[in-house]
């Protein structure tokens, strides 16, 4: 039995990911280029015979950011149901049914929620924290003032992590055909997150995963 699979994606360059800023709760949508890129992406690595199997798919998990939302719909994974935010389920000869996963929207893999760092880049910040004495910054570790912790991420991460291990892949034990694979699609600081609480290791430790917009990364 192949070794049940997590598939996060990020999504697709906007604005503010273009220029280096920190985008948490700000809606904003992907650009022409992101979209462009993200369609290209679906081609290359989604389909029967590529790295992400829709048929072999059992979840997914999406952020609420619509950003997020805009980037499941150009992978064109072929979702039986309607996706959650749209008012009617696509039809016409574009679309093909191939995979039964359901998506479900969860805060639990929104992006960071970056505070007072909201919309700044992160040369602004360091001058910002140097003009008040404070040293450098460090987001695993010190987190962002008015917004989350490392350790408000570990526990919603940890709970997302355990809902996929009980819920899909503990159930593919003694079952080879059974789908078992999940999809995350989100954002970069919460995936680089995820990864490193998915292998049990401390964010304060310091993440040297790098996960550039429309970036797709593999964990067993």
Request: charged share 30%; net charge positive; glycine share 10%.
């Amino acid at each position: 039995m192949a070794t049940p699979r997590v598939f996060i994606v990020r999504h697709g360059e906007t604005e503010w990911s273009l220029n280096g800023r920190h985008t948490g709760t700000t809606e904003l949508p992907l650009t022409a280029d992101g979209e462009k890129r993200i369609r290209a992406t679906g081609q290359a690595l989604v389909g029967d015979d590529r790295l992400i199997v829709p048929s072999q798919l059992a979840h997914i998990y999406v952020s609420p950011r619509k950003r997020a939302q805009r980037t499941l719909e150009l992978l064109n994974l072929g979702c039986r149901d309607k996706l959650p935010w749209q008012e009617q389920q696509q039809s016409g000869k574009d679309h093909h049914v191939r995979t039964e996963a359901k998506v479900q929207v969860t805060d639990d893999i929104r992006e960071w929620d970056y505070g007072d760092y909201e919309g700044l880049r992160s040369a602004t910040i360091k001058e910002q924290r140097t003009q008040s004495g404070q040293g450098p910054w460090d987001i695993w570790r010190d987190g962002c003032p008015g917004g989350e912790s490392p350790a408000d991420i570990t526990k919603r991460l940890d709970r997302l992590i355990n809902d996929i291990r009980t819920r899909f892949h503990e159930k593919a034990i003694g079952q080879p055909s059974a789908p078992s694979n999940v999809l995350l699609v989100a954002h970069g600081h919460i995936l680089r997150a995820f990864a490193m609480r998915w292998i049990k290791r401390e964010l304060t430790e310091g993440v040297s995963l790098l996960l550039e917009a429309g970036g797709v990364g593999t964990l067993r």
